[in-house]
Every structure is written in C-alpha cells, then in structure tokens.
C-alpha cells in the first residue's frame, strides 16, 4: 500500500474469526480482487489491505468500497451489525465492533514514498562507501563494504518476495520495511568495520607478511565476536519475533534475516571482495 496505493481498513468482530475464510469472502466482495487478510492484535481484529478501486477518483469509491466490506464481514458477526454502526467513527458502544481505523494512499503520494525509499537507500549507501573508503585510505574497502549491504539488502527482500502471501506473518514491504533495511545496513557495515580495522593494523604490525595472512588472521581474531554480538542480537529478536505481537513480527522478521546474512556477508563477501581488489591493485602497480 505504501508504494503502489491501496486501502487499510482495521475490523473488529464480536467474536475470534479465521482470515482464511474473510479472505474468501472479501476477494467475492472484491470482485475477485484478493485483498491481504492478517490478524491484528486480538483473534477478533484483523487487518485488511486493498488495492481495489484504489485508481477510482470518484468521490463515491470510498463508500462503495465500505459497503462491500460490509457486505462481506457482515455474515462474520454472532450478532446483526448495521452498516452505521460497521462505518461510525464516533466514539462509544460502536467503537467496539467495525471498523476501527482506515487508511488511502493514493498512486501519487505512493509514489512519491517510493521515490524516497530508493533515495533514502542509496545515498546511505553512498555515504558509507565514502566514509570507509576515507577510514581506510582505500576505495577497494569502501566496495567491498557496500557490496556486502547489497548482498544484505537484497537477499532480505527475496526472501520477502518469496514468502509474501505463504508464511502466517505479515510480510508487506511498506515503510517499516524501509526502515529495517536502512537497519540492517548500519548493524552489518559495523560489524565490518571492525574485521576491517583489525586488518588494518594487522598490515601495519606486520608489514612482511603477506595481504592474504594479514586478512585471514584479522578475520579469525575478529570471528568470536562477530558470533557472540550476532548470537546475542538474534536471541533478543527471536524473542520478540515469538511474542512481540503480529503487528511486528513482518518488521522483526526482516531484521532477523538481514542480520543473519550481514553477519555472513562481512566475513565470507565483504573481506575477500576488498582482498581481490587490493591484490589485483597491487599487481598492476
């Protein structure tokens, strides 16, 4: 909804419901337009998120599109539930049933979201390379850095495109997804850091051995810590992924995957990337 438009709409029932069944009834409602269903919060409040009608101007479309809604939860309810009391925004007895919160993002400011998103991604990921690059005298650093949150930003969004729609979690890639990934690139390039500033005062304790000895021991004398500060980073999300609520465990999720492979991508893709480049540098010199 955050980058292509669409509708939310928040509902509470008088009784726990199962979103596979709403799910159906709202793709009928829809005009077989499958909407996104996830429980939200209590067993008797889901979300729901719709790109149906979300290109009509009319200004009808929004009352058009409750009704639907209404027509197919309605059947959901143990007791009759009129359509004023499904849409009333007033406070009191008929806050506790219907819908509870909606939301419009329109095609334009979706795209205006999106055109961010990518800018917010790439001029961090400029400025990291910049910074590493200046940090350690080396641009081959700073690439190898930057490659390595690619890898990481990337990796983490195929596993969202992959799971969208079959893992019981809500997987929607919206601001909050921007906001892990922008996440996970400032925890990754951390830990590389340090892998790469042991190698760096490695080559200046022993200047004689040689570039590939000067890594690999960095790498090693820096691997315990890598795991401990990951391990203990992920225990701490598994947790709130298990029990932090399903209005943040997509967000958790994407946190969980991308420090996982970060932790990776610093040791195995990050260090041999800069090595390659400074022998072949080398070399040519």
């Not at 819908?99 to 095609?107: A, D, N, V, Y």
Request: charged content about 20%; proline content about 2%; glycine content about 8%.
């Amino acid at each position: 909804v955050d980058f292509t438009g669409g509708r939310t709409y928040v509902v509470r029932f008088d009784h726990n419901v199962q979103t596979s069944a709403i799910r159906k009834a709202l793709t009928v409602a829809f005009d077989n337009q499958a909407p996104t269903v996830k429980t939200f919060g209590p067993d008797n409040q889901i979300k729901v998120v719709t790109k149906y009608l979300i290109e009509d101007e009319n200004n009808d479309a929004d009352s058009l599109i409750q009704q639907r809604l209404y027509d197919g939860l309605k059947v959901f309810y143990n007791r009759p539930v009129t359509f004023k009391d499904f849409t009333s925004d007033t406070e009191g007895e008929s806050k506790l049933l219907g819908i509870l919160s909606s939301e419009k993002f329109g095609p334009t400011i979706a795209y205006d979201i999106r055109e961010k998103a990518y800018l917010a991604i790439f001029f961090s990921l400029l400025i990291i390379f910049v910074y590493i690059a200046l940090r350690f005298k080396n641009w081959q650093y700073g690439l190898g850095g930057v490659t390595s949150l690619f890898h990481d930003t990337l990796i983490t969004i195929g596993i969202f495109s992959l799971g969208y729609g079959r893992l019981p979690f809500g997987m929607e890639v919206g601001q909050s997804f921007i906001a892990a990934i922008l996440t996970i690139i400032g925890y990754s390039i951390n830990d590389t850091v340090i892998i790469f500033d042991r190698i760096r005062e490695n080559i200046r304790l022993f200047p004689k051995h040689s570039l590939k000895q000067n890594m690999n021991d960095g790498m090693n004398q820096t691997l315990a810590r890598t795991m401990n500060t990951s391990g203990t980073t992920l225990a701490v999300l598994i947790v709130i992924f298990l029990f932090g609520g399903a209005v943040i465990r997509g967000f958790t999720f994407a946190l969980l995957m991308g420090i996982l492979f970060g932790t990776y991508s610093s040791v195995f893709i990050a260090t041999p990337i800069a090595y390659d480049l400074l022998h072949v540098d080398r070399q040519l010199k």
